[in-house]
């Protein structure tokens, strides 16, 4: 239930609950800087200009948004609504990044993290989400960390390979990974 951080001569330095208390803060054009940061610590890409102008106009602190752990940012995950490709009136919700600086991983931060948008789902499903069947991202194959946390902890399924999805990483292919919600 704690992780203890060791000191270099072998002392206990502190001790640190797993799951740490998270707030969540949205992301604007003042602070979208510090999401460019999280994707570069995280990432083995680097998204460019659009990504970050199109997350901070969509204004939806429910769907994209920073975790904080003592007033610093350790995480930042960014979800889209897309139509469907086999139908354009549904809908899903795609994570396009979820990231956790890598001091803070195992410490639940990309759970709430995730959390946070599935509850967020759950309280407007009603109205703004209504036509949303699903929630998906697609992961590298050789991300077997990814894959576990999204297949074991939150039930998504592992759907086809798609292959050369990516351009300039190795290796090129994913798995789309897509939990119905409906």
Request: net charge positive; charged share 25%; glycine share 8%.
């Amino acid at each position: 239930k704690y992780i203890y951080l060791l000191h270099f001569h072998g002392r206990v330095a502190s001790i640190m609950p797993k799951r740490l208390k998270i707030d969540f803060g949205g992301i604007s054009s003042n602070n979208v800087g510090m999401l460019r940061k999280v994707n570069a610590a995280c990432f083995p890409i680097s998204y460019n200009d659009n990504f970050y102008k199109d997350v901070v106009a969509r204004k939806d602190e429910g769907l994209n948004k920073f975790a904080y752990y003592g007033g610093f940012v350790v995480g930042a995950v960014c979800t889209r609504l897309e139509s469907l490709s086999e139908n354009v009136s549904r809908k899903r919700l795609y994570i396009m990044t979820l990231g956790v600086l890598a001091a803070y991983r195992g410490r639940e931060v990309g759970t709430q993290l995730i959390e946070s948008v599935m509850k967020y789902y759950e309280e407007n499903r009603d109205d703004h989400f209504e036509a949303v069947d699903e929630i998906a991202l697609h992961v590298q194959v050789s991300n077997d960390d990814a894959i576990k946390f999204y297949t074991e902890r939150f039930g998504f399924v592992r759907g086809d390979m798609v292959k050369n999805y990516y351009r300039r990483i190795d290796p090129p292919h994913c798995y789309l990974l897509y939990k119905k919600l409906q």
